[in-house]
């Protein structure tokens, strides 16, 4: 919200206490494009009481780690045909809880074209680590 306010964007932002994971603000939402800079890495994102989660088609995220949850979060609410997703964080190089087998569901289901590895500093952060650029061609 910050970054957007920062450069006079303006946005339809559903806030609440119990966070985008467990009330999300736009359950019916099928969107052209998702804006977003989430929490990546976050590990107290409350994971233990979504694994039976309608939006894990990929697989199931580690609880102690919210990359996967949020890239299957954006993809959930995407309408089809999908726009481009850019996710910028570690969670197209990590490999543990699983992240590995959904990284791949991913690419088998054609969601990602590309993966670019991005300077650090790039996008005004300390660790850009890596742009991943998704263009879905046909979900399948």
Known sequence: MMNM???GIEAHIAWNEQGSFQNDGFKDLKA????????FNDDDWGGDRLREDVRWKFGVPPMGNANF???????H??????????SRNGSMS??????????QALVDADFVDCMVAMPDNFLFHANSGLLVVHFPRQAK
């Open 77 to 86: 609410h995407l309408a089809p045909p999908a726009w481009p997703i850019r």
């Open 69 to 75: 949850a949020w890239v299957q979060h954006f993809i």
């Open 94 to 103: 990590s490999n543990q809880s699983g992240e590995g087998e959904i990284r």
């Open 32 to 39: 052209d494009y998702i804006l977003a800079n989430p929490p």
């Open 5 to 7: 306010a920062i450069r």
